[in-house]
């Protein structure tokens, strides 16, 4: 069992940055891929970014690539996700979410077994 907790969300004006941390607990960190996601109001949950295990393979959906960065410190059990140049549109509560994953593909279309609580984000324009 692996437990996540999410920080770092706010009120942020157009264009500010952001930095939206992951700490995990339980099992050993380090064999787990992660990602995160975001839920608006009124929409479905999209897969944002993920990380792999040994943080060589990284992967962002079209709309934030350029403006987030995903990364994580397996010593701290920490996985970040830095957002630049945000957008009215990121506004959303933003999830990370952890599995079992040794692989460097795939790590957006994976099915994520274990779940933060969420942080929201909201830009204002």
């Known amino acids: 069992q692996v437990q996540l907790v999410e920080s770092g969300g706010g009120l942020v004006q157009a264009g500010a940055s952001l930095r939206l941390s992951c700490v995990a607990s339980?099992?050993?960190?380090?064999?787990?891929?992660v990602g995160w996601f975001r839920q608006a109001p009124g929409k479905e949950r999209e897969s944002v970014a993920a990380?792999?295990?040994?943080?060589?393979?990284?992967d962002y959906r079209d709309s934030v690539k350029g403006r987030f960065t995903i990364s994580r410190n397996n010593a701290k059990n920490t996985v970040t996700l830095l957002m630049n140049s945000l957008k009215p549109e990121d506004t959303a509560v933003y999830y990370c979410?952890?599995?079992?994953?040794?692989?460097?593909?795939?790590?957006?279309?994976?099915?994520?077994?274990?779940w933060g609580q969420g942080t929201q984000v909201t830009v204002s324009s």
């Open positions: 979410a952890a599995r079992p994953y040794k692989r460097q593909t795939g790590l957006m279309d994976v099915s994520y077994n274990y």
């Open positions: 339980g099992r050993t960190f380090s064999n787990y891929a």
């Open positions: 990380i792999s295990w040994d943080a060589i393979s990284t």
